[in-house]
Protein backbone atom coordinates (compact mmCIF):
# COMPACT_ATOMS: atom_id res chain seq x y z
CA UNK A 1 0.00 0.00 0.00
CA UNK A 2 0.93 3.31 -0.68
CA UNK A 3 0.61 6.80 1.13
CA UNK A 4 0.78 9.85 -0.15
CA UNK A 5 1.11 13.74 0.81
CA UNK A 6 1.24 16.51 -1.33
CA UNK A 7 2.76 19.81 -0.86
CA UNK A 8 4.09 23.26 -2.44
CA UNK A 9 0.39 24.95 -3.13
CA UNK A 10 -0.69 28.43 -2.43
CA UNK A 11 -0.97 31.42 -3.80
CA UNK A 12 0.95 32.85 -7.13
CA UNK A 13 0.05 35.46 -9.48
CA UNK A 14 -0.47 34.87 -12.49
CA UNK A 15 2.62 34.26 -14.59
CA UNK A 16 4.67 32.66 -11.55
CA UNK A 17 5.51 29.16 -10.99
CA UNK A 18 4.94 26.75 -8.50
CA UNK A 19 6.62 23.25 -7.42
CA UNK A 20 4.67 20.75 -6.50
CA UNK A 21 5.80 17.85 -4.50
CA UNK A 22 4.07 14.47 -3.76
CA UNK A 23 5.77 12.40 -1.24
CA UNK A 24 5.25 8.29 -0.96
CA UNK A 25 5.61 6.03 1.99
CA UNK A 26 4.42 2.44 2.75
CA UNK A 27 6.01 1.42 -0.22
CA UNK A 28 8.56 2.26 -2.52
CA UNK A 29 7.58 3.81 -5.68
CA UNK A 30 10.07 2.65 -8.13
CA UNK A 31 7.51 0.24 -9.43
CA UNK A 32 4.09 2.72 -9.74
CA UNK A 33 3.00 4.79 -12.32
CA UNK A 34 2.14 7.75 -11.12
CA UNK A 35 0.17 10.90 -11.97
CA UNK A 36 -0.98 14.57 -10.86
CA UNK A 37 -4.62 15.69 -11.22
CA UNK A 38 -6.60 19.11 -10.51
CA UNK A 39 -10.39 19.97 -9.68
CA UNK A 40 -11.60 23.08 -9.98
CA UNK A 41 -15.14 23.87 -7.58
CA UNK A 42 -17.93 22.86 -9.66
CA UNK A 43 -15.96 20.93 -12.36
CA UNK A 44 -14.91 17.59 -12.87
CA UNK A 45 -11.75 16.22 -11.93
CA UNK A 46 -8.87 15.99 -14.91
CA UNK A 47 -5.55 14.36 -15.25
CA UNK A 48 -2.78 17.26 -15.53
CA UNK A 49 0.34 15.52 -16.21
CA UNK A 50 1.44 11.52 -15.42
CA UNK A 51 4.28 9.30 -15.38
CA UNK A 52 5.06 5.44 -15.89
CA UNK A 53 7.51 3.78 -13.73
CA UNK A 54 10.26 4.12 -16.06
CA UNK A 55 9.75 8.09 -16.64
CA UNK A 56 7.52 8.21 -19.84
CA UNK A 57 5.55 11.36 -19.25
CA UNK A 58 2.03 11.94 -20.53
CA UNK A 59 0.53 15.69 -20.15
CA UNK A 60 -3.23 17.16 -20.82
CA UNK A 61 -3.58 19.33 -24.07
CA UNK A 62 -4.11 22.74 -21.76
CA UNK A 63 -0.53 22.63 -20.40
CA UNK A 64 0.84 24.06 -23.45
CA UNK A 65 4.47 22.69 -22.37
CA UNK A 66 4.04 24.98 -19.05
CA UNK A 67 4.16 21.91 -16.74
CA UNK A 68 6.97 19.47 -15.95
CA UNK A 69 6.28 16.07 -14.45
CA UNK A 70 9.06 14.45 -12.85
CA UNK A 71 9.77 11.73 -10.00
CA UNK A 72 12.64 11.09 -7.99
CA UNK A 73 12.28 7.18 -6.52
CA UNK A 74 15.05 7.30 -4.49
CA UNK A 75 13.55 9.89 -2.23
CA UNK A 76 9.83 8.08 -3.18
CA UNK A 77 9.04 11.52 -4.49
CA UNK A 78 6.88 13.15 -7.80
CA UNK A 79 7.09 16.52 -8.70
CA UNK A 80 5.11 18.63 -10.97
CA UNK A 81 6.99 22.04 -11.84
CA UNK A 82 4.20 24.35 -12.97
CA UNK A 83 4.98 27.41 -15.30
CA UNK A 84 3.41 30.43 -16.72
CA UNK A 85 0.25 30.10 -14.55
CA UNK A 86 -3.12 31.12 -15.14
CA UNK A 87 -6.22 31.93 -13.35
CA UNK A 88 -8.01 29.36 -14.94
CA UNK A 89 -5.17 26.48 -13.33
CA UNK A 90 -6.58 27.66 -10.12
CA UNK A 91 -7.71 24.32 -8.32
CA UNK A 92 -7.13 21.43 -5.86
CA UNK A 93 -4.27 19.46 -6.87
CA UNK A 94 -3.90 15.64 -6.14
CA UNK A 95 -1.52 13.08 -6.76
CA UNK A 96 -2.06 9.27 -7.22
CA UNK A 97 -0.37 6.09 -8.05
CA UNK A 98 -1.24 2.62 -9.50
CA UNK A 99 -0.02 -0.15 -7.69
CA UNK A 100 2.28 -1.16 -9.94
CA UNK A 101 3.41 -0.28 -13.31
CA UNK A 102 1.16 1.75 -15.95
CA UNK A 103 -0.49 -1.39 -17.66
CA UNK A 104 -3.93 -0.33 -19.04
CA UNK A 105 -3.29 3.20 -18.46
CA UNK A 106 -4.36 5.71 -15.71
CA UNK A 107 -7.56 4.69 -14.88
CA UNK A 108 -8.09 3.25 -12.03
CA UNK A 109 -5.39 4.94 -10.00
CA UNK A 110 -5.40 2.79 -6.52
CA UNK A 111 -4.46 5.68 -3.68
CA UNK A 112 -4.56 9.38 -3.78
CA UNK A 113 -3.17 11.87 -1.97
CA UNK A 114 -5.53 14.65 0.40
CA UNK A 115 -4.46 17.56 -2.13
CA UNK A 116 -2.96 20.74 -2.07
CA UNK A 117 -4.88 24.09 -3.20
CA UNK A 118 -3.47 25.87 -6.30
CA UNK A 119 -4.79 29.79 -6.31
CA UNK A 120 -3.73 31.43 -9.49
CA UNK A 121 -4.59 35.44 -8.78
CA UNK A 122 -5.17 37.92 -11.85
Known amino acids: QVQLVESGGGLVQAGGSLRLSCAASGSTLSRNAMGWYRQAPGKQRELVAGITSGGIPTYAVFVKGRFLISRDNAKNTVYLQMNSLKPEDTAVYSC????????????????WGKGTLVTVSS
Open 96 to 111: AAKAGPLGGGYSPMDY
